[in-house]
């Protein structure tokens, strides 16, 4: 994860998983963890050489050999350039569309603006349904407020498995396929 995003999943209100968006709370250590990991021994890919796991990490950061072993590992598995990647939507952070801050996740959108724009009354385009393939990106709202608190309450890919590219009609004839498997 990059820090900005890090940093949003671990607000101190609500600290939140970076990939399932799940609720963290405080754990204990793993004392038996930390000590297999002092104890274990291994081999650096790069230049060979023996080390325990706990010391791999600085070890790695100063080590050109292995640095090189990872970009090599990087340029064979990568299919096409990282710069194509820009061509799929983000999903996951968004701006506020009053202030320009930028991103929050769908829950933290709905607290900023409930807490900064509640009275704000200017028409504004909802950055959250503009990400979405049925989404129309010039679409402005007349009450901005109301439809944060009505449809966005909850993230999409929380609650349900998201095939972006699928016709809203198919998304919804398997999940009542899937709600009739349940009962």
Known sequence: FCTPCLQECLKP?????G?????LSPGSRALDLEK????TETTCNGCNKKMYLSKMRSH????????????EG?????????????NFPNRFTFPCPYCSEKNFDQEGLVEHCKTLHSMDAKQVVCPICASMP?????????NFME??????RFSY???VVCDYDADEDDMMAQVLMRSLRDK
């Open 60 to 71: 790695a950061a100063s080590c050109s050999k292995y640095q090189n072993y990872i970009m």
């Open 134 to 142: 049925w989404g129309d990106p010039n679409y402005r709202s007349a």
């Open 74 to 86: 990087v340029k064979a598995v990568t299919k096409e350039p990282f710069h194509n990647t820009r």
């Open 147 to 152: 439809h944060l608190q009505r449809r966005h």
């Open 157 to 159: 890919d929380t609650f």
């Open 36 to 39: 297999q990991i002092e104890t």
């Open 13 to 17: 209100k609500k600290p939140v998983c």
């Open 19 to 23: 990939v399932c968006r799940s609720t």
